[in-house]
């Protein structure tokens, strides 16, 4: 990233939770779960407004929760021809709740490929991070105050995939988010990205983050999400009960869940797994630039 004597053939930034803008090489622009409204039941995090998306020709996404998908529409409408990825589950019911017009829309499954021009998309099955209490289809959780499905939250979590994506210059990013379980590490075992994007949430282990790392032959490791678990804390302390008792006393004070401690601590492990590996930690809103070469 920036590294001397790398000139930069494309940039990134990161917009907040799962959210990614990607330019490539040649002009054209990607969105990973682009949230830009940042806005979920009074919590906020980093918004951003559309006009400063200035293009978009491809769309991914991990899962149709709000906080990944409830800004599609808007996308869509103000860039007619973008390509939009998502489970072949969820389309359907994306389609229906944000009223899209399916014309563009790829329903994807684990194990395709989709080549492009100047862009290939690889397809991994994954998991969304599962809570102690369970997920039951008639629960509160996934209902509407009229007692219909809430399809967003449903299908967000019965359906979860990952993207690895080569770039029009060769770079591969690996797109990442959910469960850091042992099935995950033995699909996605030599993958060998050059940058992965990484869901990192208080309620995954660590040593099973830095295994997954280690699988994956990743050496830089952007995390993401944690933001809104930050944000998510500070208004539903309660939440903070869903993680280890091992990560409630380490990282909470004071009633507050120590964010840099965690994200330190994570870092230390990865490190230790793979002593060539390193979290890169972004800025939001802040473009980087990255390249490949002698530094």
């Not at 990134?12 to 990973?32: C, D, P, Q, Y």
């Not at 930050?230 to 004070?253: G, L, T």
Request: proline share 4%; hydrophobic share 35%; glycine share 8%.
């Amino acid at each position: 990233m920036n590294h001397c004597m790398v000139e930069a053939s494309g940039k990134i930034r990161w917009i907040n939770t799962a959210g990614f803008e990607i330019v490539m090489s040649n002009g054209k622009h990607i969105l990973l779960d682009p949230f830009l409204s940042g806005d979920v039941d009074g919590i906020v995090c980093h918004p951003m407004d559309l006009d400063q998306i200035e293009r978009c020709d491809y769309l991914f996404l991990s899962h149709i929760h709000v906080d990944h998908g409830a800004d599609v529409r808007r996308i869509q409408e103000k860039f007619p021809q973008v390509n939009i990825f998502v489970g072949d589950l969820s389309a359907d019911p994306l389609c229906e709740w944000l009223g899209l017009d399916c014309a563009r829309i790829y329903r994807v499954r684990g194990g395709e490929v989709y080549a492009f021009d100047d862009l290939k998309a690889e397809v991994y099955t994954g998991r969304h991070t599962e809570s102690p209490r369970g997920y039951y289809r008639a629960g509160r959780k996934f209902r509407n105050p009229d007692g219909s499905l809430d399809l967003s939250a449903w299908f967000g979590n019965l359906e979860l995939y990952n993207y690895r994506l080569t770039l029009s210059d060769g770079t591969r990013i690996m797109v990442w988010a959910g469960m850091t379980s042992p099935d995950q590490r033995n699909r996605l075992r030599g993958v060998n990205s050059d940058i992965c994007l990484m869901h990192v949430s208080p309620k995954q282990d660590f040593q099973e983050f830095a295994q997954l790392v280690e699988a994956m032959g990743t050496r830089i490791v952007i995390p993401h999400h944690y933001d809104f678990t930050e944000e998510f804390f500070k208004k539903v302390p309660d939440a903070m009960k869903d993680m280890s008792r091992e990560n409630q006393e380490r990282f909470i004070a004071d009633g507050e869940f120590q964010m840099k401690e965690y994200l330190e601590a994570l870092g230390d492990a990865v490190r230790e797994k793979s002593p060539a590996a390193r979290l890169q930690m972004l800025e939001h809103h802040k473009w980087y630039g990255f390249g490949f070469g002698l530094g």
